[in-house]
């Protein structure tokens, strides 16, 4: 089976430009999850969709941060303007939305805003 | 609110040497409880998950985990340690509705890092 699949691995831009994360989350999973993680906060959860819906966006760090799920195979998270504070690595997760089920992680974008 | 604590940031153990990484978490009924391990460079992967039942759990990799709700813990634990189970550690607790979280959310620990010395 296929994992939840992010792109892309690594981005590199210069401060002010837009960014645009990509992330497919697992056949059947009606919930997707972003993270952020950095060494000073660790994870944090940035949005969580349910049937593509926008559940909690209490995680987003500001108006420059924006997540959509067009439909149930597919969401984005953009930034724009970039700013070098925005430089972490950011993870796609999805579930089958249930508490007692895990959340199944991709391997990540990691971001680097010059 | 929920929270998860792991209380300690960094563990050093010689491999071959048993481990024990600590989790405590806030919860008031009987939780979801998840251990994930990070190598790095690399997303989370799901070592172990408690949700009912037996209170020993066990995972992949050789990893156990004991659920005590007397003592609100959840630690991770392996006999024997490997030079490959070098890796960031993560415990979380599946978030409750009642306790203002999202159902199919999940509350994450700060997380531990292993060093595994020769």
């Known amino acids: 089976d296929a994992g939840v699949i992010q792109s892309p691995r690594h981005e590199v831009t210069e401060m002010g430009q837009e960014v645009t994360l990509r992330c497919k989350p697992i056949?059947?999973?009606?919930?997707l999850f972003w993270y952020r993680q950095t060494m000073m906060r660790g994870l944090e959860l940035l949005i969580y969709?349910?049937?593509?819906?926008?559940?909690?966006d209490s995680g987003m760090p500001e108006d420059r941060f924006s997540a959509k799920m067009p439909n149930a195979s597919f969401s984005t998270l953009k930034i724009q303007p970039s700013e070098p504070r925005d430089s972490a690595v950011y993870f796609c997760?999805?579930?089958?939305?249930?508490?007692?089920?895990?959340?199944?992680f991709g391997d990540g974008t990691r971001l680097s805003i010059l | 609110a929920q929270s998860v604590t792991q209380p300690d940031i960094h563990i050093t153990v010689s491999e071959g040497a048993s481990l024990e990484l600590r989790c405590n978490y806030s919860?008031?009924?009987?939780?979801?409880l998840f251990w994930y391990v990070q190598s790095p460079g690399q997303g989370l992967q799901l070592l172990l998950k408690?949700?009912?039942?037996?209170?020993l759990v066990q995972g992949i990799k050789g990893f156990e985990a004991e659920f005590k709700r007397s003592q609100s813990s959840f630690n991770l634990r392996k006999p024997s340690v490997h030079w490959s189970d070098a890796a960031e550690y993560f415990c979380?607790?599946?978030?409750?509705?009642?306790?203002?979280?999202?159902?199919?959310?999940?509350?994450f620990g700060k997380g531990t890092k292993l060093s595994v010395k020769p």
């Open positions: 997760a999805s579930s089958s939305g249930q508490n007692n089920q895990p959340q199944h």
């Open positions: 056949s059947g999973h009606n919930s």
């Open positions: 919860y008031g009924a009987t939780p979801y």
């Open positions: 979380a607790v599946g978030a409750a509705r009642n306790y203002g979280g999202s159902q199919g959310n999940l509350i």
């Open positions: 969709f349910n049937n593509n819906v926008p559940i909690d």
């Open positions: 408690y949700f009912s039942g037996d209170t």
